[in-house]
């Protein structure tokens, strides 16, 4: 498996993404439409989600990363009982949210697995300072250390 470079690469993202499209298609026209409260919520949900997993990645470290992922996960469920909750109030068929409500499951399944995979991830390495400087070589003649800088000469007295 490649390293992702950008969260864009992310199966679990691009999962979430699709859902959100669907999402704004869903509840651009119909009755649904009118419900303006049930519009913005699932609409917040959706977005939330690939947002939280973008961000998420931005943050380096795999624990962070889980952090983020873990309030996605959060945000995808909440979308697919608020699919439920659509066909519920009558705005949506269950045909409808089927295809919907399976992004939703399989976005989550693939952000719980790369969250399984992180807790196994180290972070990346950093170094010190303390140990940047020990192994830096002198460009002089690269086998060396770095030398101290000459003390200043003082001035001879009168």
Known sequence: M??????EDLIAWQLARELKIGVYELIRS???????????????SARSAPRLMAEGFGRYLPAEFSKYLRWANGELKETY??????VDSRYF?????LPLQRLAKRASKACTSLIAYLRTAKPPNEQRPSANLRNRKN??????RPTEPPEPIEPNEP
């Open 81 to 86: 009982d608020a699919l439920r909750d659509g």
């Open 93 to 97: 068929t269950a045909d409808q949210i």
């Open 2 to 7: 490649a390293a992702a470079k950008s969260h």
């Open 139 to 144: 460009p002089k003649n690269p086998r060396t």
């Open 30 to 44: 119909g009755p649904v439409s009118r419900d303006v409260e049930f519009c913005e919520q699932i609409r917040r």
